[in-house]
């Protein structure tokens, strides 16, 4: 019998499409509550609100699109045509952000307030359109035993577009050009980001054929009905057992729990540093980007230990040392008013802790779901993670203007924390097949 093996140079060219996501989305967490609040002048409750708002349209967004991509039938496949359309929606609406800003900036005026939660609102609609279809690809063209080491990539490429953006942040935008300024035009970051997210899916669409390789990729789950819990009810479809479908809910639970303390903190960073720190977007992007750098370094090696550690304990270790990381946070910043070399030490471990937990939890959902359902567990998955996200942006945002800036990180830790708890009740879509570790488990480069 043949050893599976993980086709990678395909996992990154499907990882693209990803990549151009979280670009994206590393811009938007880091500028939009800077604008909000700089040039518009909303408080910390009006931000977190505006800011949980994309969560709230992706509650309904991410399971929908998710569902009805699965249902989708097209000569590009059935992910392909939403990723083309959401990203190209997404890059007209992305652009008159910085417009919209830079005119109020010069002339405050409430229709254009409400000009940019209008467009702000259409961008989050075209974003939340093919987010779970992107990401439901890999899976689709993914054996199950892979697909952690296949998620270990597509984060991978996830993590390549945040730094893209991180890295030109910084260049363009140290302390020594923002700090002092009535106003900063944030104009090019916008246009940057959107050539990256065109380029990503131009050659996603020129490399990738969805439809000759998901078929490839079902012809070969076929052989291996074992691989598949979901059983028969007796009609021609199938249903979760009642074990495994307890084990999908404590698993939707940790990942709301580890988001909500993850989200808190992406969220509201760059005003906790320009709050309690005095520094600008630049040494708040040094410290996202190490994070970040840590990740990715992280990733490869997470989806080896996964395969041979199981996917949950891998998820454990990573909910552990994360938590230890925003408590280490807490105390490095009580006291300082400058980014010190221990907290970079800290958020590269945030990077190694969130790598662990993101490579797993994905393939741990949709292992529990048949090869058709994939788009709608991607998006059961998206539900639980915005679910949290849509409630942690203005609980934490309240808490920190009523008690203190400083509760963030207790705030982050200890929900962190509970989703270790919750893991514990989880049995069932942990890896099912021994894999080789090392370079050997990373072999056939090729096509």
């Known amino acids: 019998m043949n050893e599976l093996k993980l086709n990678n140079k395909r996992t990154i060219l499907v990882g693209l499409a990803f990549l151009s996501i979280c670009s994206f989305w590393q811009m938007y967490d880091n500028l939009v509550p800077l604008i909000l609040r700089e040039t518009f002048h909303l408080d910390e409750a009006y931000t977190g609100a505006i800011m949980a708002a994309d969560n709230i349209l992706a509650l309904f967004l991410l399971p929908f699109f998710g569902g009805l991509s699965d249902k989708t039938s097209t000569k590009l496949g059935r992910r392909t045509p939403y990723i083309l359309a959401g990203t190209a929606g997404a890059v007209i609406l992305m652009n008159l952000l910085p417009i919209l800003d830079n005119s109020y900036s010069q002339e405050a005026a409430p229709f254009k307030l409400v000009s940019f939660i209008i467009v702000l609102g259409l961008l ?35 993590a390549v577009g945040g730094v893209l953006y991180l890295g030109i942040s910084v260049v363009l935008y140290p302390a020594s050009v923002t700090r002092g300024q009535v106003h900063v035009n944030y104009q090019p970051l916008f246009i940057i980001v959107s050539a990256i997210m065109v380029l990503a899916v131009a050659v996603l669409l020129v490399t990738i054929r969805e439809p000759r390789l998901v078929e490839e990729n079902r012809a070969l789950e076929k052989e291996h009905p074992e691989w598949n819990l979901a059983k028969d009810d007796g009609s021609g479809g199938e249903v979760l057992p009642g074990p495994v479908k307890k084990s999908l809910i404590f698993l939707l639970a940790s990942i709301a729990l580890w988001y909500a303390g993850y989200n808190g903190v992406t969220t509201w960073f760059s005003t906790y540093v320009a709050e309690v720190m005095g520094e600008g977007i630049g040494g708040t992007n040094t410290c996202l980007m190490v994070a970040t750098v840590g990740a990715i370094v992280s990733y490869i090696p997470i989806g080896v230990a996964a395969s041979k550690f199981g996917r949950k304990r891998t998820i454990q270790a990573g909910v552990i040392l ?52 994939v788009g709608k567990f991607t998006g059961y998955y998206y539900t639980a993670s915005m679910t949290a996200q849509v409630i942690t942006p203005v609980l934490a945002g309240t808490l920190m203007r009523d008690i203190s800036y400083q509760i963030l990180f207790p705030y982050a830790a200890f929900f962190v924390s509970m989703s270790f708890v919750t893991m514990l009740f989880v049995r069932h879509g942990d890896s099912k097949a021994e894999a080789k570790t090392g370079l050997d488990a990373f072999e056939d480069m090729d096509d």
């Not at 697909?147 to 996830?158: D, E, T």
């Not at 910043?333 to 970079?344: D, G, K």
């Open 124 to 158: 989050l609609i075209s974003m939340g359109t093919y987010r779970s279809p992107a990401v439901a690809l890999m899976p689709d063209v993914t054996p199950k035993p892979l697909r952690s080491k296949g998620n270990a990539i597509i984060n991978l490429m996830g």
């Open 322 to 373: 994360l938590a230890a990381c925003f408590v280490a946070g807490f105390l490095m910043t009580r006291n300082s008013h400058t980014i010190t070399a221990p907290m970079y030490v800290a958020f590269a471990l945030v990077g190694l802790a969130w790598a662990a937990i993101n490579v797993n939890s994905l393939p741990m959902v949709v292992e529990m779901c048949k090869g058709s359902d």
